[in-house]
């Protein structure tokens, strides 16, 4: 059974930062390049950040310079660290695995940005 849960969600005051984490189970991680969306309240689910099997990492111009995403394969785990976080952050934050015609993912993970 494939399974993908996230974690460290939360509510962070402007500026703040949070680290979200997705273990991954059931999957041959490695091969996989691994994303994370978000969904925010009355909008269209985004691709945030990718990181492929070679470590290459691409963003949406909205994050760059701000969030950065890392994978651990023996750990089976991607990251992505935000820093700087303004309230148009907040959203539901989606990890995803896809590799070809197979496309996983988690239950996701609520952030907030508020003072």
């Known amino acids: 059974q494939v399974r993908l849960v996230e974690s460290g969600g939360d509510l962070v005051q402007p500026g703040g930062s949070l680290r979200l984490s997705c273990v991954a189970s059931g999957i041959n991680f490695k091969i996989f390049t691994m994303n994370w969306y978000r969904r925010a309240p009355g909008k269209q689910r985004e691709l945030v950040a990718t990181i492929t099997t070679d470590d290459n990492t691409n963003y949406v111009d909205s994050v760059k310079g701000r969030f950065t995403i890392s994978r651990d394969n023996a750990k089976r785990t991607v990251y992505l660290q935000m820093n700087s976080l303004k309230p148009e952050d907040t959203a539901v934050y989606y990890c995803?695995?896809?590799?070809?015609?197979?496309?996983?993912w988690g239950q996701g993970t609520q952030v907030t940005v508020s003072s």
């Open positions: 995803n695995a896809d590799f070809t015609s197979l496309k996983y």
